[in-house]
């Protein structure tokens, strides 16, 4: 996190006015991945690089958005914000915005400095610390005190409606919820949530491939398409079953012949991701860490081979961080096609895995990763 008291000399010097600060931290996702929209599990821990924002009220009714990474302030009349978003950063502390005034909250005029130290762009979820630090920001301002999940749905909205990106609910979740030292585990069915503590000893470590392999979006539908249409066919058989979080690997045994052979690919990764993300909180919460790599592991080959979501570097990367002292576990991580892994390291030898790792990806692909060592993090809260 940036440093604080440099934070609000910042946006006196700017707004002329004494800030109220509140944090929201980026996210990884230790485990689960395209198992949200089958209304599955996820597992992800709030990190330590967040988004710092300052709240100040005005009294021109003007609604002043300075972002320190970006260097530029923009101004909008709080009585008329724009109806639809411009293509600009600003799109995400206006979209929270929005979504609050259509909740039936009056706006009033205020300056928002923002300034975050999670990189943008790399899959950590800057856009989500940004949207729960101003949801934060102005629910404060205004009086108005939102449990952690509803404030998180709020901001998944923004991101949804205004924005227009088509995100799940886990990047909010977390990093309006995320808890110190813990990861976190999610039901996206009913966004009912249990804490698994990570040892003091353990480092998160991130590795960006530094690739992000061209991906028309079509992957991401055809994808989706695969896992509904192997749902559709075992719901045939057994109607109880709504998404792929209701049925088991014997369902594809079963029936898995009536489905092409992607789509059985892809059910199974989906299916069997959803039980190895409740076995990893449950190896978390026993403590058993040779058990959490183990599904870390088989996580990522199934990500790779059965959803084929992942890539040469990315395999490369996850391949290459087994035979470092320290590994507990490595997968990659995010949507795919790229990005990040995450390691799970002891945190005494956080440093020189990430020199090993390092040199060794270099020396295999010519390519330099940038690579950070994080730790779980608190959720988003008021600095006092
Ligand atoms: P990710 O969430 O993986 O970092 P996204 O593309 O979803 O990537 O979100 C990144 C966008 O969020 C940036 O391009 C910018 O518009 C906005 N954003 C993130 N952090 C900040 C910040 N500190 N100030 C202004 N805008 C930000
Ligand atoms: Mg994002």
Redesign the pocket.
């Known amino acids: 996190m940036h440093d604080i008291a440099i934070f609000r000399s910042l946006h006196r010097a700017r707004f002329e006015a004494e800030p109220t600060l509140y944090v929201a931290p980026g996210r990884v996702n230790l485990i689960g991945e395209h198992t949200d929209y089958a209304e599955g599990f996820v597992m992800p821990a709030a990190i330590d690089f967040a988004t710092l924002a300052g709240i100040s009220p005005r009294a021109d009714g003007k609604i002043a958005l300075f972002s320190e990474n970006y260097g530029e302030v923009r101004y909008f009349d709080a009585a008329e914000l724009p109806a639809k978003a411009g293509k600009h950063w600003t799109d995400y502390p206006l979209g929270v915005i929005s979504i609050l005034a259509g909740e039936g909250h009056r706006v009033p005029g205020f300056s928002l400095s923002l300034w975050g130290d999670v990189p943008l762009g790399s899959g950590l979820?800057?856009?989500?610390a940004v949207e729960v630090a101003t949801a934060l920001a102005v629910t404060g301002l205004i009086g108005v005190n939102y449990p952690g999940p509803v404030l998180a749905r709020l901001c998944q909205r923004a991101e949804n409606e205004f924005v227009g990106?088509n995100?799940g609910i886990m990047?909010q979740f977390i990093s309006a919820n995320g808890a110190k030292d813990h990861a976190l585990l999610l039901d996206c069915r009913d966004l009912s949530f249990k804490l698994a503590p990570i040892p003091h000893n353990v480092a998160l470590v991130i590795a960006n491939t530094m690739v992000k392999h061209a991906i028309t979006g079509g992957e991401y539908t055809s994808r989706r398409a695969e896992v509904e249409a192997a749902c559709a066919v075992i719901a045939s058989h057994r109607p109880g079953v709504k998404f792929l979080r209701d049925a088991t690997v014997e369902d594809l045994e079963k029936w898995g012949p009536e489905m092409t052979p992607n789509s059985l690919k892809r059910a199974r990764h989906v299916i069997t991701e959803n039980t190895r993300t409740v076995a990893a909180a449950e190896a978390l919460i026993n403590h058993n860490l040779a058990e959490l790599g183990r599904l870390m592991a088989e996580a990522h080959w199934s990500y790779s081979q059965d959803f084929e979501a992942s890539c040469e570097e990315a395999d490369a990367m996850v391949a290459l961080a087994q035979n470092l002292p320290g590994l507990i576990g490595a997968r990659l991580t995010g949507g795919g096609f790229g990005g990040c892994t995450i390691n799970l390291v002891e945190q005494d030898q956080a440093a020189a895995f990430v020199e090993g790792l390092g040199g060794l990806y270099a020396g295999q692909t010519g390519i330099v990763p940038q690579i950070h060592i994080c730790h779980a993090s608190g959720g988003a809260h008021r600095i006092e």
Not at 125 to 128: I, L, V
């Open positions: 979820s800057s856009s989500a990106a995100c990047d």
